[in-house]
DNA sequence: GATGAATGAGGATTCATTCAT
DNA sequence: TATGAATGAATCCTCATTCAT
């Protein structure tokens, strides 16, 4: 009706692209509802898409969640570990440089809301907790460790507990992420809070 | 317990009780499926009362699940404050001693379920938010930063950035909740964690 | 509103009853529809019930199919074979009075419907062809073969195939509710078919 | 059967006789299936041919679904009429020679398919329901009838109830039908079925 | 002509909530 | 109070049909 409007078939194939866009709509609904409310028709609204399509990609509601979850697995902590792994920087710069930079980070990225979605309902779904142990958690964790391990063997660090027990570092990345999901709008300076974590741990294990 | 009335619903049948009744089979089934996966069905039976009785207590869903999150603020918050406010023990062996007990205790006791729910639902019930906000979270933060200040009035610590961000210290127990929660089966020395921490973390604000 | 009509409370309890007239209801459903394209909604409707009362009693919409199919296993069937086995007529007597009776009723009978919908579906649901032929073809089948075996025994028929094949008594019956079921309007005289089979018959095998 | 292109799908890909190749998968997943349960794709699937191919030739699934049962209108009850009309055997040679033979074939044939879809069916496809009529039912038994007169005209016969009933002939055929579609397992030797309705009916009705 | 991506109405099933008893 | 039969809105999923390519 409005020439400057242009006509915009309903009717469009675009296989490509189709299931990025539903999975990412997907995302947003699973992340505000919960899987349980999430409804299939939102996220087929917000994917600019019919609900039937949503089933032509993905089976049911449970593999499009799955799909979802394992979409946000991100190539970032493939990125720290083989920066871990190469940097030329010293332990400590490293930890106060990039590894603090990415603990910063996470609380703010999609990866906060996968967490938040396994806590609801990883329960109900082990496989997509074992994907997510093995693809990420697991990863991350063995890299700080071995990191670590070798502060030690260059004469950098001492040996303590926290070789055995990366989560140390990681503890209020966690307690920043869980922080903002709940009490968004209760002030926590998260950096700050990390920042003062890699002092203590520092101080604690430089040789 | 009672011979005499064998094969009987796990919760017996005093009047007075009725609501709490309910309200612990709820929190079971809150626990186990989640909010919006649970069935109110579910909870009655649980509960050994009928599907109607609930709804004498209860208005409504939503409301029976407002109860069970509030039901679960323990005492026991309330008794680490009155601690930290009391005590005669010096700052550090009250750290070591009572506050790393409350802290080893909390991944296993029901608040751990409460935050796993108020993470899923929290967005939807953010009066339930504020509940916890104002009737545990604030006030064990606040018992936390007063006692590291007077730890530091006594000459005891120096001051640090942990004096505003008493989160420091919560945040291996917050890993520790979210650790269980998902990740159940992968082993971690929660106790441990926690320890290192309360090392670490000692050796960073004493004086 | 008039006065006359005396106010229905749209919500009756009737436990009791309604499992069968829901049963009722849905023969009706499936009569007309076939399996495929009833609907349970319909079915509740002409039960007057809600739909979902109808899940109350019935898991599934197969489970009810199945509960229809069995609810018109007719005693029918028993006392035809008490029939025979009591009887003090002559074989004869008894072909061409009970028996024929019994014949010349079934395909007027739901019975008639029951054949058609597992002629339909038959082949979808194995346990109920199993227990229609249980509980109906092979004994009635079991009754006729004892009776006509009774008939030789007393020197009023001679051997024949017939014994071994009481299907030939039942064949024109057969044909007549399958032609009642598709070609309705084309008049047959069903009954005048039955007798001239009995005709025949006795014709064949009278000693 | 054409060893250069292997794995394709069952039916060639020419052109003219794709209708057919349709028509044939249709009849096969109608026959598993029964109308409403089949679906559009898996006939396409089966024919080798895309969906939207198949609504070029069908405007809709109702009239693929007329376009199998008529095309199962065999030739062979022509032939049957025919045979009828110009055998040079006696009306008993006939009868036991090739009117029993077509009797046999029947309920192995793609008929007793049709037969099935039709009772299943048929309520909803009264244009279905005549088109067989007229085209299969109604020939096959004026010309039996006819041949049955004949007989009579001929001396062979006396004149009885089944000049006018030409059922009684087919009855053991409709029963070996639906005996097949529904207790297909459970033995019946239907050829002696018929055989031995065949000697009654002679007996009967020789003059 | 062919394809198969895309649509959307339709139908089975669930479950919070109500209310006659 | 206490029960659980009854309701019906909500939601997942299917599949005949359309249409851009």
């Given at each position: 009706m409005d020439s400057r409007v242009p006509h915009q078939p309903k009717y469009q194939r675009r296989k490509e692209d189709r299931p990025q866009e539903?999975?990412?709509?997907?995302?947003?609904?699973?992340?505000?509802?919960?899987?349980?409310?999430?409804?299939?028709?939102?996220?087929?609204?917000?994917?600019?898409?019919?609900?039937?399509?949503?089933?032509?990609?993905?089976?049911?509601?449970?593999?499009?969640?799955?799909?979802?979850?394992?979409?946000?697995?991100v190539r970032r902590v493939d990125a720290l570990v083989e920066a871990v792994d190469t940097t030329e920087l010293?332990?400590?710069?490293?930890?106060?440089?990039?590894?603090?930079?990415?603990?910063?980070?996470?609380?703010?990225?999609?990866?906060?809301?996968?967490?938040?979605l396994l806590i609801a309902e990883g329960a109900r779904h082990p496989d997509l907790v074992d994907y997510y142990w093995e693809n990420v958690v697991s990863k991350g964790l063995t890299a700080i460790s071995r990191f670590i391990d070798r502060g030690v063997e260059r004469g950098e660090f001492r040996k303590t507990a926290v070789n055995d027990l990366p989560q140390v570092v990681l503890a209020p990345m966690m307690l920043s992420m869980i922080w903002r999901l709940i009490f968004a709008k209760r002030e926590l300076d998260t950096d700050k809070l990390m920042e003062t974590q890699i002092d203590m741990l520092l101080a604690w294990i430089k040789a």
């Open positions: 539903i999975t990412e709509a997907a995302f947003e609904v699973f992340a505000e509802k919960g899987y349980a409310a999430a409804r299939v028709e939102e996220v087929a609204q917000r994917a600019g898409v019919s609900k039937g399509l949503t089933y032509l990609y993905f089976k049911t509601k449970e593999e499009l969640f799955k799909a979802v979850v394992k979409s946000v697995v010293s332990s400590e710069e490293f930890i106060r440089g990039p590894l603090l930079e990415f603990m910063k980070h996470v609380p703010n990225s999609p990866i906060a809301i996968v967490i938040k």
